[in-house]
T-cell receptor, first 115, second 115 residues
């Protein structure tokens, strides 16, 4: 099946700094990628839809200036958590759909800890 | 609007016994239904999906699920549970008509299989 790779798998950063998370589709082109956030023992919450070559669409309540999304190519989307604070600590997961495919392929997730 | 309910936070079964993880959904259009499994600090792994066709869907690792349109349910089942099946399971729904790709996830059910 198709593979989606996330990097890094985990990151620890100081409060006030910015962190970039990459999501790559390794063997297919993804015009659309999705970014989710997951709190411990909770479900996945969709943060935004990332469209190649255009601005991301953010879900209600998600700060677009806080969570910057860039989808510069058909195989790469990035999520930058700007001026991170401890409350941003979470598990972030991306997914991508094959064009015309009904199945979403998920990255392995990134554990962000802000200290 | 679309939603998913997983009524059980926790399911406990003995190894070798059959298991069922429940899921009900609500979607205005055509339901695309999915089951995913998540191990600690990992992304989601696809188990199976229902798009169209036979109501009984067979997936990975011996899991299967039955689509019931009248009851709007898509319960996950396995005839004989293994200890290694212990994990967090998510049911997800997507509206096939819009094909926007957004999936809505249930809150998850923790399956524990005891030896």
């Amino acid at each position: 099946g198709a593979v989606v790779s996330q990097h890094p798998s985990w990151v620890i950063c100081k409060s006030g700094t910015s962190v970039k998370i990459e999501c790559r589709s390794l063997d297919f082109q993804a015009t659309t990628m999705f970014w989710y956030r997951q709190f411990p023992k909770q479900s996945l919450m969709l943060m935004a839809t990332s469209n190649e070559g255009s601005k991301a669409t953010y879900e209600q309540g998600v700060e677009k200036d806080k969570f910057l999304i860039n989808h510069a190519s058909l195989t790469l989307s990035t999520l930058t958590v700007t001026s991170a604070h401890p409350e941003d600590s979470s598990f972030y997961i991306c997914s991508a759909n094959l064009r015309g495919n009904t199945e979403a392929f998920f990255g392995q997730g990134t554990r962000l800890t802000v200290v | 609007a679309q939603s998913v309910a997983q009524p059980e936070d926790q399911v406990n079964v003995a190894e070798g016994n059959p298991l069922t993880v429940k899921c009900t959904y609500s979607v205005s259009g055509n339901p695309y239904l999915f089951w995913y499994v998540q191990y600690p600090n990992r992304g989601l792994q696809f188990l199976l999906k229902y798009i169209t066709g036979d109501n009984l869907v067979k997936g990975s690792y011996g899991f299967e699920a039955e689509f019931n349109k009248s009851q709007t349910s898509f319960h996950l089942k396995k005839p004989s549970a293994l200890v290694s099946d212990s994990a967090l399971y998510f049911c997800a729904v997507r509206d096939g008509y819009t094909n926007a790709g957004k999936s809505t996830f249930g809150d998850g059910t923790t399956l524990t299989v005891k030896p």
